[in-house]
């Protein structure tokens, strides 16, 4: 075969792979969901010895506010990291005023801030850097681990949603998934899955793995989800 014919043969197999898809129905979705992967990883010297100080993990990123989003070692689930909120800054979910008025939910009714919630989340949270691929109508499984440290008892703990994006990447809807709400400080890796269905229109959607606190030392910690089609 000529050096032109192995060319030809190469290009025609590249092609071949380039249309293979990135994930059979009912596979994994999420990249990296174990947040093993990190293109920054290197080792830092400690008084404990060499401690892994990655950056981001790969596919991953984050939104809302928090004192430290953290792809530490420190705990984790299983394999090396696990993604985590520390000092969340949510937002307060009460409104309070003296007596005998007393507390209300602080949930904004008809305003631009409520339109903002379905492109945007107030808790802080860690999300796929890029929207995955759905299908309007189709059931999908959201799941994973789960754990926190020095939660604020009713107040704190665990927010998992699913923000529905349609073809054009334009906010549908923002679905709660899971709402682990703390009733206690320190919670062991537990284990959440709920169902979600892409409602009509959409194409895209975005997984939040995020922490309910207000402003608090907590720290909230996830580690091997997973969305994929029911």
Not at 140 to 166: H, K
């Given at each position: 075969?000529s050096?032109?014919?192995?060319?030809?043969?190469l290009?025609?197999?590249?092609?071949?792979?380039?249309?293979?898809?990135?994930?059979?129905a009912?596979?994994?979705?999420?990249?990296?969901?174990?947040?093993?992967?990190?293109?920054?990883?290197?080792?830092?010297?400690?008084?404990?010895g060499?401690?892994?100080?990655?950056?981001?993990?790969?596919?991953?990123?984050?939104?809302?506010?928090?004192?430290?989003?953290?792809?530490?070692?420190?705990?984790?689930?299983?394999?090396?990291?696990?993604?985590?909120?520390?000092?969340?800054?949510?937002?307060?979910?009460?409104?309070?005023?003296q007596?005998?008025?007393?507390?209300?939910?602080?949930?904004?009714?008809?305003?631009?801030?409520?339109?903002?919630?379905?492109?945007?989340?107030?808790?802080?949270?860690?999300?796929?850097?890029?929207?995955?691929?759905?299908?309007?109508?189709?059931?999908?499984?959201?799941?994973?681990?789960?754990?926190?440290?020095?939660?604020?008892?009713?107040?704190?703990?665990?927010?998992?949603?699913?923000?529905?994006?349609?073809?054009?990447?334009?906010?549908?809807?923002?679905?709660?998934?899971?709402?682990?709400?703390?009733?206690?400080e320190g919670?062991?890796?537990?284990?959440?899955?709920?169902?979600?269905?892409?409602?009509?229109?959409?194409?895209?959607?975005?997984?939040?793995?995020?922490?309910?606190?207000?402003?608090?030392?907590?720290?909230?910690?996830?580690?091997?989800?997973?969305?994929?089609?029911?």
């Amino acid at each position: 075969m000529s050096f032109r014919a192995v060319l030809v043969s190469l290009a025609a197999f590249g092609a071949a792979i380039a249309v293979v898809p990135a994930a059979h129905a009912g596979g994994e979705l999420l990249p990296n969901p174990g947040f093993e992967d990190g293109v920054n990883n290197h080792p830092v010297q400690s008084a404990a010895g060499t401690v892994d100080q990655p950056m981001l993990p790969t596919g991953w990123a984050f939104e809302g506010a928090a004192g430290l989003f953290d792809h530490t070692a420190a705990e984790r689930h299983s394999g090396r990291y696990s993604a985590g909120i520390s000092i969340p800054a949510g937002g307060k979910r009460k409104a309070c005023a003296q007596e005998p008025v007393g507390c209300h939910d602080n949930t904004p009714l008809n305003t631009a801030k409520s339109a903002a919630l379905t492109a945007y989340s107030v808790n802080p949270a860690w999300r796929p850097a890029l929207p995955l691929a759905v299908r309007a109508g189709t059931a999908y499984v959201v799941s994973g681990w789960m754990s926190w440290q020095l939660a604020s008892i009713t107040d704190g703990g665990a927010i998992v949603s699913v923000r529905w994006l349609d073809a054009n990447g334009v906010p549908l809807r923002t679905d709660n998934a899971v709402t682990r709400i703390a009733d206690r400080e320190g919670l062991n890796w537990t284990f959440f899955s709920a169902v979600v269905v892409a409602p009509a229109g959409a194409a895209q959607a975005v997984p939040l793995f995020g922490a309910a606190d207000d402003v608090f030392i907590t720290k909230v910690s996830y580690d091997d989800v997973s969305f994929h089609a029911a």
